[in-house]
């Protein structure tokens, strides 16, 4: 089992930055991607970046340019860099761990979330 533990939203205004954290803890060995994703008021969840190894980033097109995902895995963190927020990004934020894909498929595991409030 893996645990995910994501800290740092709040309310900021439009323009402003915000700087979310991921703890990891558990047996991390098969974790292959760490993901952030968001979830707007009804919409539906999506991804906003990813990380795989050796350190590769992709991100949504709303977000490249305004985010930056990193991954510290001496401290089994993740962390997830927002600058120029605008009112849009306004979501829960959720980290999400994915293991190594097999025959049997990929196991994923999810934060509790955390908000984030951008107000214009």
């Known amino acids: 089992q893996v645990q995910l533990l994501e800290s740092g939203g709040g309310l900021v205004q439009a323009g402003g930055s915000l700087r979310l954290s991921c703890a990891a803890s558990?047996?991390?060995?098969?974790?292959?991607?760490m993901n952030w994703y968001r979830q707007a008021p009804g919409k539906q969840r999506e991804l906003v970046a990813t990380?795989?190894?050796?350190?590769?980033?992709n991100y949504a097109e709303s977000v490249k340019g305004r985010f930056t995902a990193s991954r510290d895995n001496a401290k089994n963190r993740m962390y997830l860099q927002m600058n120029n927020l605008k009112p849009e990004d306004t979501a829960v934020y959720y980290c999400?761990?994915?293991?190594?894909?097999?025959?049997?498929?990929?196991?994923?595991?999810w934060g509790q979330g955390t908000q984030v409030t951008v107000s214009s």
């Open positions: 558990g047996s991390l060995r098969n974790i292959y991607s």
């Open positions: 999400n761990a994915k293991t190594i894909p097999t025959l049997q498929g990929v196991d994923e595991y």
């Open positions: 990380i795989t190894p050796p350190g590769t980033t």
